[in-house]
DNA sequence: ATGAAAGCGCTAACAC
DNA sequence: GTGTTAGCGCTTTCAT
C-alpha cells in the first residue's frame, strides 16, 4: 500500500499552546460537553481553532470512546430505484441528527453482506440499516447480541424478535390495490410475483386474497403467478426481465384475468412490455398495477397505477426510531413500522364499468 | 450521545496471550508484512485469531498508521440513474483491490458536498471520487495540495491540473448521435440542455456543431434551446422535468425541426412526455436521441434510442487509475481518461430517407 | 526470529 | 475552572 504521511496535519495540542491551555480543555470545549469552561478561555480556544484551521482526528476520538456515530446502510444494489428513497430518508435523518450515513451495495450476494455486516461490527457503527438478501439472520442477531441496534427492511428470514422491523404495511397496500380493481369493475385478478420467498411478498398476496374474499370474488393458489427461479445478480433490470417472463407465463394461463397485480413497479413495468410485445393492450385488454411509485412508473406507457409506499417516510421514521433507541439505551425489542400506502390512480387500469355502461346504452 | 461500551471485545493483545507471543508478532501476521515470522509460531497465531474470533480494530490501525484504504465517493442523488453504473464501477474495483467504498450524496447542495470533503479529508480517505456541483474548485484543490489523489466525473469547474478527469469522449458520443440522425435524413437538428454551465455540456454541443458542420448543414447558436436555470435540488426527476420544459420551449421556436438531440436521457424521456402532451408524435413527427443508456431509456414508448456512455466501465477504470497513482505514490498530474461511446439504435428517430423513398415510388 | 516499548490523537478520570 | 495523565488498540522502531 503506502507509508504513513503525516503531512503537518495539525493537532489538538497545536491548538492547546496557541490558546496557552490544555489539551483537556480544547477537548471539552470541542466535544460541546456541558463540562464548564470560562468564556474567556473557550473563545481563545475557538480562536486558535480558526486560526489553525484545526479539525479533529476522529480515529483518536472513537478509539478512546470507542463509539462511532454513524449508521451503517445495506442496500442490494445503487441500480434498484426502490432503495433510493429509503437511503435518501436515512440519510436526511442521519445527518441531521449528527450521524454519518455509510451506504454499501451487497449485489445481492450474501457472503459479501455478512462480509460488510462484520466489517460494521468492527467499525462500531452506531446502528445498522439493513435490506438483507441472506437466508439466514445469524449475523445480524450476532450483530444485536452484541449489542448492536438494527432495522431491517427487507430480509428472507422472518422478523427478528429483537430489531426494528420496517416497511410499508403491504397488506394493507395490496388490499388498497384489489379494492381499487373490484371498485373499477375487474374480477378475474391474477397476482404476478418471484417467489414467495419473503414475508413482506406473502402479506402482499394475503392482502390480496383478503380483499377478493370481501368481495366474495374467487382468488385460488392458481392465481398466484410465479417463476420458481430469482437471479442471484441484481443489474438492475431484473426485476424487468421477470416482469416480462410472469406476463407471457400469465398469458398461457387456462384462466382470461382482467387484472394483474404486480408484486412491485419495476415488475409492473416489464409485465407491460411484455404484454405490448404479445400484442395485448394495456389497459384495454388487461389491467396492470404495482406497487413503490417508483420514478418510472410515470414514464412509461400508459402511465403505471401503483401504490405509494412512501420509502422516504419509511426511511425516516425507522432512523428517527433506531437512533432513539440507541441514544436511550433501549436494547432492541420486537417493534414493527408501517406506513400507510396510497393509491396513485394513472393510465394502466380500465373501467370496466363505464365500458358497460356504455355498451348498455 | 452514548457513554463507550467495551463489550468484551478480543483484542491484539488477546491473541498474544493465547498464542504466547508478543503483539509485535501477532500484527507482523496480521497485516501480513513480509517480516519473517517462524511457520510454527505463524500457525499458532493464527489458531489463536480463530479461536478467539479476533479481527483488528481498524481505528487503532488507522490512528497509528495514518493511512485509511477506503475510497471516498460523492454523488448528487442515489435517485439519479446515471450515477449507478459509474458507482458500481468504482464499488468492483475497490472492493477487489482491498479499499472500502464510501458513497455520500451531495444533494446537489454544493455546501454539503464540500462538508463531505472536508470530512473525508479528516478520514483520511486515500482517494476522492467526485461528482461535483460546486462552481469552485478550492476545497478539493486543498485536498489535492494536501496530497490527496482526486478524480473527477462532473464539475462545473475546468478540468484540475492535478486530477484524473474521467468521463465518457462526450465530444465523440454527440458526433455519433448527429451523424446517426444526419444518416437517417435529418437536417434540422435541435440541441436541447439546461444551461451550459459545464464543460461536459459544452462538449457535446460542440460534438454536435462539428458533425453538422462536416456535412455542410447549419447548426448556429438558435438550434442550442436551454432553460435558462437549474433546480438547485434533485429530487431525482428534476431532469425530466426540465424535459418537458425544453420540448414546450422548442416547439415554440420559428424553426421546424425533425429531430433534438437532448443532453441526456432522463432529459430525453422527459422531452418525449412533453411533446407527446402537445400532441407531437415520436418519431413520426420529431425524433429524439439522448446520452448515457440508463435503464430507463428501454422502458419508455418508443424506446429511446441513445449513445450509450458506459458508466461502469469509466467508474471501473477511473479506479484502476486513481489507486494505482496512489499506491504508486505518484502525485496528481492532470490525466484525462476517456472512454468509447456507442451508439444503441432504438425506436425514436423516424428514418426519413425510407420515407421520401417510399413516397418518390 | 522475537519482544519491549514508544507513541498515533484523543478523552475522561482525577487532582488541584 | 483548569491541568495532568493514563490509556483506547494498533504498528513499528530498536534491541536482542
Do not use: W
Request: hydrophobic share 40%; with cysteine; proline share 5%.
Amino acid at each position: 500500500m503506502k507509508q504513513p504521511n503525516r503531512c503537518g496535519k495539525i493537532v489538538i495540542n497545536d491548538v492547546a499552546k496557541t490558546a496557552q491551555c490544555s489539551t483537556a480543555t480544547v477537548s471539552r470545549v470541542l466535544s460541546n460537553s456541558d463540562y464548564p469552561v470560562s468564556d474567556e478561555l473557550r473563545q481563545r480556544i475557538l480562536d486558535a481553532v480558526q486560526k489553525l484551521g484545526y479539525s479533529p482526528n476522529p480515529y483518536g476520538r472513537i478509539l478512546r470512546t470507542n463509539i462511532n456515530p454513524s449508521i451503517g446502510i445495506i442496500i442490494t444494489s445503487f441500480q434498484n430505484p426502490f432503495f433510493s428513497p429509503i437511503v435518501m430518508g436515512i440519510e436526511h435523518i442521519a445527518s441531521k441528527r449528527g450521524y454519518t450515513p455509510m451506504v454499501f451495495a451487497s449485489q445481492r450476494d450474501p457472503s459479501l453482506e455478512r462480509k460488510y455486516i462484520r466489517d460494521m461490527m468492527n467499525k462500531r457503527i452506531s446502528c445498522l440499516m439493513l435490506c438483507s438478501v441472506d437466508d439466514h439472520s445469524d449475523v445480524v442477531e450476532q450483530y444485536i447480541a452484541k449489542g448492536g441496534h438494527a432495522c431491517v427492511f427487507e430480509s428472507n428470514f422472518p422478523p427478528l424478535g429483537s430489531a426494528l422491523n420496517a416497511s410499508a404495511d403491504m397488506f394493507k397496500a395490496a388490499q388498497i390495490a384489489t379494492e381499487y380493481l373490484i371498485s373499477q369493475g375487474h374480477q378475474q385478478i391474477a397476482f404476478l410475483t418471484p417467489p414467495l420467498s419473503r414475508s413482506s411478498r406473502h402479506q402482499r398476496v394475503d392482502g390480496c386474497r383478503f380483499a377478493m374474499a370481501m368481495h366474495g370474488l374467487e382468488f385460488g393458489a392458481d392465481d398466484v403467478i410465479s417463476v420458481p427461479y430469482e437471479n442471484d445478480v441484481d443489474e438492475g433490470l431484473y426485476e424487468y426481465n421477470i416482469g416480462m417472463v410472469l406476463a407471457k407465463k400469465m398469458l398461457l394461463h387456462s384462466k382470461q384475468y382482467t387484472a394483474v397485480i404486480a408484486l412491485n413497479d419495476l415488475i409492473a413495468c416489464g409485465i407491460i412490455a411484455g404484454l405490448v410485445q404479445s400484442g395485448v393492450r394495456v389497459p384495454e385488454d388487461i389491467s396492470v398495477v404495482g406497487f413503490d411509485d417508483i420514478p418510472i412508473a410515470m414514464m412509461v406507457t400508459p402511465q403505471l397505477t401503483t401504490v405509494r409506499l412512501s420509502g422516504y417516510l419509511v426511511g425516516q421514521r425507522a432512523t428517527q426510531m433506531i437512533i432513539d433507541a440507541y441514544e436511550s439505551n433501549e436494547s432492541g425489542n420486537q417493534v414493527t413500522l408501517s406506513v400507510a400506502p396510497v393509491l396513485v390512480a394513472r393510465n394502466s387500469v380500465a373501467n370496466l364499468k363505464d365500458v358497460r355502461q356504455s355498451i348498455r346504452i
